[in-house]
């Protein structure tokens, strides 16, 4: 038995518990401590990023003669320890009070539970695909098994549920015409067959593959213009489903281009296919894709008044900076793609925990019924300050390393617009993240949230471990670094040789720990020049200045609604919701079509059809 | 393929019933036109079906002690010939039945009207709205 | 090591002093203009010591105090990661990527600080800063990019000793340096893009809850800002300095255009603030930055 | 027992239908146990002759004639196959509440279906699919509704001009080849049917077939009938008479007429259906309506599958087929209880967990959701087409593709509203005990198919790579080993003195 093969048994064991006790109050922590259970198998297989051999699984299979084997590398390995990581916080978040919470107000718990352990399982089994057919069956496990999760809370996430899966199969689809096309090419389904058949390859059928792949790992990852199911999908996912999936479920999508675009068709293909009449090349396509994706979700993110709706559009933006990173395709911006994936999955889950917090205590999230929680719940708003700072990418978390890769990339390539707009892709996260935070815990607190107490442990501490990790990950970028170095290893990229701190190069590198210790060094400074000055007394938020007024709790003095009334004075215009119209009019035009077929049954004689098919067949025949 | 006259005239015959049969199942609106629509194309095709055994001045191959000299027809088509027209006097006789009971179930002879209370049942059976001007499926879109 | 240290003190503390010197400038250029005296040498320094040494000091929380920390903080230790003659404190080891990025700290905790007060006005004025980050950041990143790519590096200490050897990129990028110094006036807060701060209405703006050492604190963090512009343009586009005094006086020099410049106008609304800064310096950098690649 | 003993797998349920009306009229109990005894039985001929062939094949001269005079059987795996499954299915959706007629119109019908299975000959093949036909016609008018009647009315127009198509096209052929022995067809048909006249026999014979096949365009009676009968009459119908009329024109055109063309015109109607069926079904608003058009879009995707030459196409085809025939069906009887609007059904899957399991497990597979069987036979026939490469398969294979992503939203639409929280205005009564055991049982076989995926494979190459050897189909029929004569004693139907409308049977049987 392998260490993979354990690996599946601990997590299929996590299912079978979840099935069997799931609804049990005391399942929680036994469920948790499988989590630990399978994040230490995964632990155990660490020597895959130190170049180790590969770990096969011991199960294989042949169907219709084809041949299903699996096993991990360090690619997988570095999937793997994410996923484990964000499916060990997110049940751990779900063990305690915010379990029995969600059973006493009616909730399934045993199918979340189950949905929860059943989707690491697939993830697993998807991260050890060799082939396009194993990764085809992992793929739809997941695709199903996300599925699952975001049904589980019933409501309004049922809805959003099925547009997910309309685009999750349509995105398949894509992902079996791919797979049968490599076939038909290669005559196998093996990724090192299609890279060895790639010179022979015309340019016409390498295009067809690649925008195959693609559109159909890109719906996962939510690509524009496939993104519209991800936000409301993930959003609407009862609180510790969406942090798992927001943290990695939508990255198997980039695992799988890693693996078929970069690894299989290799990115030098990417960077010989040409496109005709123009400049760009495939891989630079696929770059200017992730720039749009960045920039347009992130903004719609702005407009968010609901916290869990704006954490998930930036999810999806934020997928925008992992494939801008890994299709330009160099040793820093492959690196800085790679290693946002493990930085959003930390501070994302940390983030939606936060926001879960927030709604356990106060029933809401809507960013206009909440604010000045931050004297009731100090540590919750620590784990979102340091989520949106490592969100926003500033220092020092960690968010701010991988971006640094990418932006020192981009330079080092001279594409000043894919710079520029990944930075508008920051900025726009700042600004969207500040209301974040500011519209639930900073402000006025409401007179109904005056008894809210901070959550309990349960809840706390993977919250607190998260972020915990987003800044020491960002204090010390080098481990994981080291890891995303074995993938690129792995896939071909050009390596990068990671410092402890960061990067060392004489044209602008980057140490973390100094720019961490010098900043924490200012503060300290800051603090000393501060205590310098005369001891302050802390008043009540209503003693506060109003123009003369005189404050009550009845007058509502707080500031959220339309938050940024200027910016949207200039761009609001902007937001044509061009993709929800296309996404409505291709629904309309299916809805067409559909009473057309439907008017073929409604004919008074049926032998008409007879008769006019007959006629043409024969008229066809001559 | 040179056909002698008589043949083309034949086969255009059993192709011509054919088609006005057919013909008459598309454009009848009574019940039992319809029927003899439905007889009329089976002649067509019957006839199509013995023809294809027919040889110009050939006698039946009826073999009585020796064989006849000169061009006997195929006398396969009009043994399965025989069986088609059975099946197709059964196959209307069903028909007539059923046009009888459907007359007295529905009050009705009419292919259009009968159509049209055949879907009313079957929304009515279904426990669904009339389907009328209101051109939305059933459900609320799934995306 | 010990050096190090040395230069990681000082760099803040010149820049405390360089900064007062730059508030006294700017009121100095103002009282100018509107014909009046303007106030002492020293009253930026009085002011200071005025604000911390006040009996009546009001806190809204925790997070205020934490804020106005880090925004002080922030740019004490920013400070050291730009080259000044004579020190490179760290910024060998980081790059004007980081730099900008870690500009943003402080006004973050600044942004705390006024959330926490619970008062709209305060709130309305970070919506608004924000805002005006949005508009100015833009053009000011094309220019980093561009002069990133001219100099072939990130690092600021090569930067400079590049344009000590080929000329300033002041010369190599006109348009550029026009485009740096039209965000320079957005990122400095002056007229006509000072609806932010907006200190002729009280009421309106992230000070509306401050007072004594938090006010104090943040004109603290006002003369730094305004010195880390200063030495930032003159390091991409003047060449730094060899010595402190061709270097400071670059540097005053470049920070009193924006004065100059601020005190002749009235201001823009938060929108149109937004459209003059997309338009004219992103368009002037876009311009200038096509012009370098393509030669 | 020999090979030709199968011709007891069709006289025997003849036999018993013949009887069942008589036996009924004392006994109802009687005539049920004679046709369950009469149907055990031929499924057991079957099955021993299948086990007793072991791969191989056999040919069949009922009555004593030498082919190609006389007409024949023919034995090879794909035959078999879906003559075992007729016995078998037909016992599974046996008509439990009707009555001695009904049994005997099934009964009928599994003969007829059972002969359209083996029959090397077509114009005997033309017989059994009238014989087919009029069985279920019989069968739907049957039904106690009114609606029944329409519909089987005009169900029963528009077959019978599909029948006169079949029966021009069969004398076209003759016409030729001057045959109807299949295998003699085979040998005659390079040179005398490779021409544009050729061609529309084919295309006369495939609409013809057509009709019960629910080929689109000529599959108008499709929703009519199967929302106007019980679940069971339509699962029978579209599980298993459609797949056997598919089985017909996979041999006429892999025997009579190997042309790229009319593969072709298979593949654009297939498609055509596909398109047309898939969307009607994403409009159709209730259940059982769903499900019809449902089938006919995977009836859809079994011609285009069977468009492909050689082994791969059948293979692929053969796998759609079979789930199809083991999902619809059961399908089918869970929309016996379910079969109102789909709106009024919200909520109503909670509480029948098993239904609801069922369903779940029967869409997913449906879809095409790896590991289950669905999955694979999706697979197989995507990636059959894109190995064709021309034009239209793959434009057949991206249709498939985009039939399922319509196929997933509104089978699972319907899995929303019925498992949604909030209840209807009416819960619907539970489901009854049979329909939800026969359609558990397919759930197993389903389920226990993803463990067996491997033999399963090999026996359908073994089946495809059988069903496209047109040389050996000729050797076996027309001469060489495996030849065999039946008895003539065992044709026992003659003296069985059944109903008048199909009393020209045995001696078409017989002679």
């Known amino acids: 038995m392998t260490l993979l093969d354990g690996l599946w048994a601990a997590s299929a064991l996590t299912a079978l518990v979840a099935a069997a006790f799931g609804r049990h109050p005391a399942a929680g922590s036994w469920l948790t401590v499988l989590y630990g259970l399978q994040f230490l198998v995964v632990a155990m297989m660490g020597g895959l990023s130190e170049g180790a051999d590969p770990v096969p699984a011991s199960v294989s299979f042949v169907v219709l003669g084809y041949g299903l084997a699996w096993q991990f590398s360090a690619l997988s390995w570095f999937f793997a320890v994410i996923t484990a990581g964000a499916a060990l916080a997110a049940a751990w978040f779900v063990s305690g009070a915010w379990g029995r919470a969600y059973a006493a107000r009616g909730g399934d718990l045993r199918l979340l539970q189950l949905a929860l352990a059943l989707n690491p399982l697939a993830m697993y089994v998807l991260l050890a695909s060799t082939d396009f057919l194993s990764l085809f069956v992992g793929w739809e496990l997941v695709s199903w098994s996300s599925f699952l999760l975001m049904l589980s809370g019933g409501g309004v996430g049922v809805r959003w549920a099925l547009r997910y899966l309309v685009y999750a199969i349509g995105g398949a689809m894509a992902v079996m015409a791919a797979m049968a096309q490599a076939h038909a090419l290669t005559g196998s389904f093996g990724f090192g067959a299609l890279a060895a058949a790639v010179p022979e390859l015309s340019a016409a059928s390498l295009w067809m593959l690649v925008i195959l792949l693609a559109a159909g790992f890109g719906v996962k990852m939510g690509l524009l213009p496939f993104h519209l199911w991800q936000a409301g999908a993930y959003a609407e996912t009862p609180g510790p489903g969406a942090a798992f999936l927001g943290a990695i479920s939508s990255r198997m999508g980039l695992y799988a281009m890693l693996l078929t675009l970069f690894g299989g068709l290799g990115l030098g ?300 004075h200039r761009i609001g215009s902007w937001y044509r919701g061009s993709f929800q119209w296309l996404q409505d009019a291709l629904v309309s035009a299916t809805d067409f079509l559909a009473q057309g077929a439907a008017g073929v049954y409604r004919a008074v004689q049926p032998v008409t059809w007879l008769l006019g098919v007959t006629v043409l067949a024969l008229w066809w025949a001559w | 393929m040179s056909l002698p006259p008589l043949e083309i005239v034949l086969y255009a015959g059993a192709v011509s019933l054919l088609i006005i049969g057919l013909a008459g199942l598309v454009m009848s609106e009574h019940l039992v036109r319809l029927v003899l629509a439905l007889g009329v194309a089976e002649a067509g095709g019957n006839l199509l079906l013995v023809l294809t055994g027919f040889r110009q001045g050939a006698v039946a191959p009826i073999l009585l002690g020796a064989a006849p000299s000169g061009p006997m027809v195929d006398p396969i088509p009009q043994a399965l010939v025989l069986t088609a027209i059975v099946i197709g006097v059964g196959v209307q006789a069903l028909a007539l039945a059923l046009v009888l009971r459907v007359r007295r179930a529905y009050g009705t002879v009419h292919m259009s009207a009968l159509r049209a209370r055949l879907v009313e049942d079957l929304d009515e059976a279904a426990g669904l709205p009339p389907e009328g001007s209101r051109e939305a499926p059933g459900v609320e879109r799934p995306v | 090591m010990p050096e190090l240290i040395l230069e990681l003190v000082l760099m803040p503390l010149v820049a405390f002093v360089a900064g007062l010197g730059m508030l006294l400038m700017m009121r100095k250029i103002a009282a100018k203009i509107q014909r009046r005296v303007g106030p002492p040498f020293l009253q930026p320094l009085y002011d200071v010591v005025k604000f911390f040494g006040k009996q009546t000091q009001i806190s809204h929380g925790l997070i205020h105090d934490v804020g106005i920390i880090v925004a002080v903080g922030g740019y004490i230790a920013a400070e050291t990661l730009i080259p000044v003659p004579g020190m490179d404190g760290i910024a060998g080891r980081t790059d004007v990527i980081v730099l900008i990025y870690f500009l943003m700290v402080p006004s973050l905790g600044m942004a705390l600080a006024a959330g926490q007060c619970a008062n709209p006005n305060a709130s309305i004025g970070i919506s608004r800063a924000l805002t005006a980050m949005l508009a100015y950041d833009i053009p000011f990143v094309i220019v980093i990019f561009g002069m990133s790519w001219i100099y072939g590096t990130t690092n600021l200490v090569q930067m400079v000793e590049y344009q000590q050897v080929h000329g300033w990129g002041l010369f190599q990028a006109p348009l550029l340096a026009f485009a740096g110094l039209f965000a320079l006036q957005g990122m400095l807060g002056k007229q006509p893009f000072e609806i932010y701060v907006a200190p002729a209405e009280i009421a309106t703006g992230p000070m509306v809850e401050m007072g004594g050492k938090y006010l104090g604190s943040l004109v603290v963090m006002q003369s730094f800002s305004l010195y880390t512009a200063g030495i930032l343009y003159t390091t991409l586009f003047l060449g730094g300095g060899v010595t402190w005094i061709d270097f400071l006086l670059k540097a005053y020099l470049v920070v009193a255009i924006p004065m100059a410049i601020a005190f002749q106008f009235p201001r823009y609304r938060a929108e149109q603030m937004l459209g003059v800064l997309w338009k004219w310096p992103v368009l002037a950098g876009l311009l200038g930055l096509a012009l370098v690649m393509l030669t | 027992m020999t090979a030709d003993a199968v011709t007891l797998a069709v006289a025997l349920p003849l036999l018993a239908g013949f009887l069942s009306p008589a036996l009924g009229r004392s006994s109802r109990t009687a005539a049920q146990w004679l046709g369950w005894a009469a149907l055990a039985a031929s499924a057991a001929v079957l099955w021993s002759v299948w086990v007793r062939l072991d791969g191989g094949t056999a040919a069949v001269a009922v009555g004593g004639f030498r082919p190609p005079l006389g007409i024949a059987f023919y034995l090879d795996g794909m035959a078999l196959l879906f003559a075992l499954a007729v016995p078998v299915v037909t016992l599974l959706f046996w008509p439990r509440a009707g009555t001695p007629q009904q049994f005997a119109l099934t009964l009928v019908l599994a003969a007829a279906a059972t002969g359209l299975a083996l029959s090397g000959d077509i114009f005997n093949l033309y017989v059994f699919y009238e014989l087919t036909a009029v069985a279920s016609f019989g069968l739907v008018a049957a039904h106690e509704a009114r609606r029944a009647q329409a519909a089987a009315l005009r169900y029963l127009l528009l077959s019978a001009a599909g029948s006169v198509l079949l029966l021009a096209g069969i004398a076209v052929v003759y016409l030729r080849t001057g045959t109807l022995n299949l295998a003699h067809l085979a040998t005659l048909a390079p040179e005398r049917l490779q021409d544009p006249v050729g061609l529309a026999a084919f295309a006369l014979m495939l609409l013809g077939l057509g009709v019960k096949a629910e080929l689109f365009p000529v599959n108008g009676w499709v929703p009519e009938v199967y929302s106007s009968v019980s679940g069971r009459l339509a699962g029978l119908l579209a599980g298993l008479v459609s797949k056997l009329a598919v089985l017909v024109v996979v041999r006429a055109l892999v025997l009579v007429f190997p042309r790229p063309e009319a593969a072709e015109l298979m593949l654009v109607l297939g498609t055509l259906g596909i398109v047309v069926g898939e969307l009607a079904a994403w409009r159709a608003r209730d259940l059982r309506r769903q499900f019809a058009f449902s089938s006919i879009g995977q009836l859809g995707i079994v011609f285009v599958a069977f468009s492909v030459p050689g082994p791969a196409g059948i293979v692929a085809g053969l796998a759609v087929a079979l789930h199809h025939l083991l999902t619809k069906p059961a399908l089918f009887l869970l929309a016996e209880r379910w079969g109102g609007a789909i709106e009024g059904l919200r909520g109503a899957g909670r509480g029948q967990w098993l239904a609801s399991t069922l369903f779940i497990l029967f869409a997913l597979s449906l879809v095409g959701v790896p590991p289950l069987p669905g999955f694979w036979a999706k697979l197989l026939t995507v990636m059959s087409l894109m ?32 498992l949604a929280r909030e209840s209807g205005a009416e819960s619907p009564q539970p489901h009854r005990g049979p329909d939800l055991a026969t359609a558990s049982l397919a759930g197993l076989i389903l389920v226990g198919s993803v463990f067996a995926l491997r033999p399963l494979g090999d026996g359908l190459k073994a089946l495809a790579a059988q069903a496209v050897d047109v040389d050996g189909y000729v050797r076996t029929v027309l001469g060489g080993p495996g030849m065999a004569v039946s008895h003539p004693a065992s044709q026992a139907p003659g003296g069985a003195g059944g109903g008048a409308r199909v009393a020209h049977v045995p001696p078409e049987i017989a002679s």
Request: no cysteine.
């Open chain 1, 269 to 568: 293909t990417l960077q010989a296919l040409h496109i005709p009449f123009t400049p760009l090349e495939a891989h630079e396509l696929l770059a200017w894709i992730a720039a749009f994706t960045m920039v347009l979700p992130t903004f719609t993110a702005l407009r968010q008044n609901d916290a869990r709706w704006l954490l998930a559009w930036h999810g999806i933006g934020q997928g925008g900076y992992m494939l801008l990173g890994v299709a330009m395709g160099d040793a820093l911006a492959s690196a800085g793609g790679m290693m946002h994936v493990f930085n959003h999955a930390t501070y994302q889950a940390a983030l939606f925990m936060a926001v879960t917090a927030v709604v356990y205590r106060t029933g809401t999230a809507d960013l206009n019924r909440l604010g000045g929680l931050v004297t009731r719940m100090p540590l919750t708003f620590l784990v979102l300050l340091i989520g949106i700072i490592g969100l926003a990418g500033l220092p020092p978390m960690n968010g701010f390393v991988s971006k640094w890769l990418i932006y020192r990339a981009l330079i080092d390539e001279g594409q000043p617009l894919l710079f520029v707009a990944a930075v508008i892709g920051t900025l726009g996260t700042i600004v969207s993240v500040y209301k974040l935070l500011h519209n639930i815990f900073l402000g006025r607190l409401r007179v109904e949230h005056e008894s809210v107490r901070e959550v309990p442990w349960s809840m706390l501490t993977p919250m607190l471990a998260l972020a915990a990790v987003v800044f020491v990950t960002g204090l010390a970028p080098g481990p994981v670094l080291d890891w995303v170095a074995a993938v690129q290893r792995e896939l071909g990229f050009a390596v990068l040789v990671p410092t402890l701190g960061g990067v060392d190069r004489p044209d602008g590198g980057l140490d973390m720990l100094w720019v961490v210790g010098i900043m924490l060094a200012g503060f300290g400074v800051g603090a000393l020049i501060f205590l310098a000055g005369g001891r302050a007394r802390t008043v009540h938020q209503l003693d506060n200045y109003a123009g003369g007024h005189f404050l009550s709790a009845e007058v509502r003095y707080h500031y959220s609604d339309n938050f940024y009334a200027g910016l949207m």
């Open chain 4, 387 to 418: 190995e064709q490469g021309t034009g239209p398969a793959r434009a057949g294979a991206v249709v498939v593709m985009a039939a399922t992503v319509v196929e997933a939203a509104y089978l699972f639409r319907t899995l929303g509203v019925l």
